[in-house]
């Protein structure tokens, strides 16, 4: 059962910093992983999205690493802003006609 | 719609009632997913719709939950004789699919449905 860990489970930052938030995933044979965004009491926003056989995608001050056969992705958030705060969630698509599994997020909080 | 819209936004409701919550997915989306977002807990996959296929149920946590997509688009998800456990946040979400039937796209999520059972 593919299980989805994040690391850490909150991040408090001076703003400027640049950071990373890493998703450590159990099983490697996935399709694709996701990074999404939620503020509170909102829906879910979907960062950036990486398929199985690349390395990497950019969005701005967002990149995302994907090292698939350890099972590893980092998201990169480069010259942190206030409005960067919220809460951060990678999920997988395992291979097949599954459903996303999510790890529990990382509460960031960038502070001005 | 631009977007993934869901009804209510809110709904508070006594324990043992039955309630019943509204997705309303991007048009053209194929597939259709609900999940719960229980406090401290991450999100938990409920059940999937895929075209005409028969529903993935395998996350439904009781019998008491169960859910529909009329006309391959609007979804309900239905949770009879509540509990307070069954508090929680229902997120929906819809992607479209690509060859083979893999729904592979990017998933859109609607903004939720906060239910409160008192």
């Known amino acids: 059962k593919q299980e989805v860990t994040q690391i850490p489970a909150a991040l408090s930052v001076p703003e400027g910093e640049n950071l990373v938030l890493n998703c450590s995933f159990t099983?490697?044979?996935?399709?694709?992983l996701q990074w999404f965004r939620q503020d509170p009491g909102k829906g879910l926003t979907s960062l950036l999205l990486?398929?199985?056989?690349?390395r990497e995608q950019t969005s701005g001050r967002l990149n995302a690493s994907l090292d698939k056969s350890s099972g590893r992705s980092t998201l990169y958030i480069a010259a942190s802003q206030p409005g960067d705060s919220a809460t951060y969630l990678c999920a997988v698509l395992n291979s097949g006609n599954t459903p996303l599994v999510f790890g529990k997020g990382t509460r960031l909080s960038v502070i001005a | 719609g631009a977007g993934v819209s869901q009804s209510p936004s809110n709904k508070v409701t006594e324990k043992g009632k039955d309630v019943e919550l509204r997705c309303d997915p991007i048009s053209g989306h194929t597939a259709l997913y609900w999940y719960r977002q229980s406090l401290g807990q991450g999100l938990e996959f409920l059940i999937y719709f895929q075209g005409n296929s028969a529903p993935d149920k395998s996350g439904l946590p009781s019998d008491r939950f169960s859910a529909e997509r009329t006309g391959g688009s609007v979804s309900t998800l239905t949770i009879q004789r509540t509990q307070q456990e069954d508090s929680a946040v229902y997120l929906c979400?819809?992607?479209?699919?690509?060859?083979?039937?893999?729904?592979?796209?990017?998933?859109?999520f609607g903004p939720g449905t906060r239910l409160t059972v008192l």
């Open positions: 990486i398929q199985s056989s690349q």
């Open positions: 979400a819809s992607s479209s699919d690509l060859a083979g039937g893999v729904a592979t796209d990017t998933q859109y």
């Open positions: 099983d490697s044979a996935i399709y694709n």
